[in-house]
T-cell receptor, first 110, second 116 residues
Framework: SQKIEQNSEALNIQEGKTATLTCNYT??????LQWYRQDPGRGPVFLLL?????KEKRKERLKVTFDTTLKQSLFHITASQPADSATYLC?????????FGKGNQVVVIP | GAVVSQHPSRVICKSGTSVKIECRSL??????MFWYRQFPKQSLMLMAT?????????EQGVEKDKFLINHASLTLSTLTVTSAHPEDSSFYIC????????????FGPGTRLTVL
């Protein structure tokens, strides 16, 4: 069966450090993968998209990698700030729709 | 750019009543909009894909007669929960598709539905 797995445990990290989140998938062959941020009681906000032929993508303090052999994407927040505290969702493009992971909560401690 | 609004943001209704949720793309045209439902600490679950001017495509297990979708214009899609029951209480989120080489969905802020 198809699965998208993100760590269910919250990541607590000290301000200024780099937060790294993992998204693993099985039985998908996505043409691209996206990362979203979701705050409590709000809709997801698009952050980054990375295509299957791209290894790495950066946007300001965010970096995403995509390894189609390992079927894994890593999402990094460098120099983390308390305002980065949120849940981060990975989403795979498949069959003209997005399939989402459950999300991984990040808590940045001042 | 690529802003999507939803109205209302919160609604509380009695069991058996119908509730309409509006989803608008404010600064782009969305020929395709999606409706999701999200339960606490769960992933977004796609309910249906709405295409302007045609019938919506519902995901398996989603009752089309219960969740009526209308996409009458390129900037507006509506979801009507008919004869709502407490188990329909959830967070409903819509998104508009910004079509291009790699399609990106832009999400509304969500609507919290509570059925008493």
């Amino acid at each position: 069966s198809q699965k998208i797995e993100q760590n269910s445990e919250a990541l607590n990290i000290q301000e200024g450090k780099t937060a790294t989140l993992t998204c693993n998938y099985t039985n998908y062959s996505p043409a691209y993968l996206q990362w979203y941020r979701q705050d409590p009681g709000r809709g997801p906000v698009f952050l980054l998209l990375i295509r299957e032929n791209e290894k790495e993508k950066r946007k300001e303090r965010l970096k995403v990698t995509f390894d189609t052999t390992l079927k894994q994407s890593l999402f990094h927040i460098t120099a983390s700030q308390p305002a980065d505290s949120a849940t981060y969702l990975c989403a795979l493009a498949a069959n003209n729709r997005l399939a989402f992971g459950k999300g991984n909560q990040v808590v940045v401690i001042p | 750019g690529a802003v999507v609004s939803q109205h209302p943001s919160r609604v509380i209704c009695k069991s058996g009543t119908s509730v309409k949720i509006e989803c608008r793309s404010l600064d782009f045209q969305a020929t395709t909009m999606f409706w999701y439902r999200q339960f606490p600490k769960q992933s977004l679950m796609l309910m249906a894909t709405s295409n302007e001017g045609s019938k919506a495509t519902y995901e398996q297990g989603v009752e089309k007669d219960k969740f009526l979708i209308n996409h009458a214009s390129l900037t507006l899609s509506t979801l009507t929960v008919t004869s709502a029951h407490p188990e329909d209480s959830s967070f409903y989120i819509c998104s508009g598709l910004l079509a291009g080489v790699t399609d990106t969905q832009y999400f509304g802020p969500g609507t919290r539905l509570t059925v008493l």
